[in-house]
């Protein structure tokens, strides 16, 4: 998981996403007017719901990410927690990567007004990369087709 910022026409936003490193899947995102931890939360409490409890979590050391909420809500769902040496960006890659390709292949190509304008544009972003951007790490797969064809098969009853 980790947090960059969104510029709009006036100002910016934050960003906060979770993804699966194995995959690059998005697993969930939030943004926020403000640098709080509530929107990372959410993001964690959404990407549990949907996908499951991780057995390990990685982030970098920012002030939300070492906040007594969010560090209780790993321990709470027994999650072991990763966090980037200071200044080793190389430890969160793959999230620095779709930093990367969120702002070139969208967000730079525009100057968003309002932060729904945003919130619309990566809603719309994310679904594609998801599952319809190939990835060359991926050997040509999306990262939904990788993230779901590498969960254990259920059982035939």
Not at 67 to 83: N, V
Not at 112 to 122: I, N, P, S
Not at 128 to 154: E, K
């Amino acid at each position: 998981m980790d947090i960059t910022y969104i510029p709009m026409k006036r100002g910016f936003v934050y960003l906060a996403a979770v993804i699966d490193g194995a995959t690059r899947c998005v697993l969930s995102w939030r943004l926020s007017i403000a640098m709080t931890v509530d929107f990372c939360i959410e993001a964690v409490e959404e990407a549990i719901a949907r996908y499951g409890t991780p057995e390990i979590f990685n982030t970098d050391q920012g002030s939300p990410f070492t906040s007594s909420d969010f560090i209780g809500l790993l321990t709470e769902h027994g999650i072991q927690i990763s966090m980037d040496g200071k200044g080793c960006w190389r430890d969160n890659v793959f999230v620095e990567r779709l930093w990367k390709r969120v702002k070139y292949e969208k967000i730079y190509l525009h100057a968003y007004d309002t932060v729904t304008d945003v919130r619309r544009a990566l809603a719309r972003y994310f679904q594609f990369y998801n599952t319809r951007r190939p990835h060359a790490s991926l050997d040509g797969q999306t990262p939904d087709t990788v993230y779901f064809n590498s969960l254990p098969q259920q059982l035939a009853a």
